[in-house]
């Protein structure tokens, strides 16, 4: 059973994200708050396995973070946003966050994005890899051949998601995400998954 904390200041997204865990037997609502005080104060008394985190929270969403880093190193964060620019996705998996889900985002990515944190992966959910992707990027005659769709499928390649978790996600086929896969050989020059993880690691994408 994962554990969790949901904060946010607005009851409707809290009521929300209480209604979509409802129906999801390995995810329990332990506890929920509206600011940072208590946030701080839910995470410390109930230990959760993962706190869903408004970054906009009032009292400051990084602040919240930092603080957890220090006294709850074992709660694992998925910020919650409505912002999906590349510096504020950057700004919160800077500051420790292994997620990262923008607000009206689908049901699916949310759960998804859950149950990878708790399990220590990170979860960037497409509108929030899209925003990052649209960053300032380095030189690259490889890099810059690939798509954004193709772009996404990497990362997720690299981190070992199979087809069918890439497609579940990305709300593909798994032979369109295989035919994906083929292009990326094709275009780095590389010949299977390990190699393309190696090519992500020099990217910087994990």
Known sequence: MIRL?????????????????????????????????????????HHPEVLLLDWTL????????TQLRIQAPGTRVCVLSMHQEGATVREALGAGALGYVVKGAGIEHLVSALRSVAAGRR????????????GPEPEDDEWGR??????LVLRRV?????????????????????????????????????????????????
Do not use: C, W, Y
């Open 5 to 45: 904390v949901v904060a946010d200041d607005h009851a409707v997204v809290r009521a929300g994200v209480r209604a979509v865990l409802a129906s999801e037997p390995d995810l329990d609502l332990v506890a929920e708050a509206g600011d940072a005080d208590g946030t701080l104060a839910a995470v410390l008394e």
């Open 58 to 65: 009032p009292g400051d969403g990084r602040a919240v973070l």
């Open 123 to 134: 979860f960037l959910d497409p509108a929030a890899e899209s925003g990052l992707s649209d």
């Open 146 to 151: 690939l798509t954004p769709r193709e772009r």
């Open 158 to 206: 690299a981190e070992g998601r199979t087809n069918r978790e890439i497609a579940t996600e990305l709300s593909l086929s798994p032979k369109t995400v295989d035919t994906h896969r083929t292009n990326l050989m094709r275009k780095l020059g590389v010949h299977d998954a390990q190699a393309l993880a190696r090519f992500a690691v020099r990217r910087g994408l994990l």
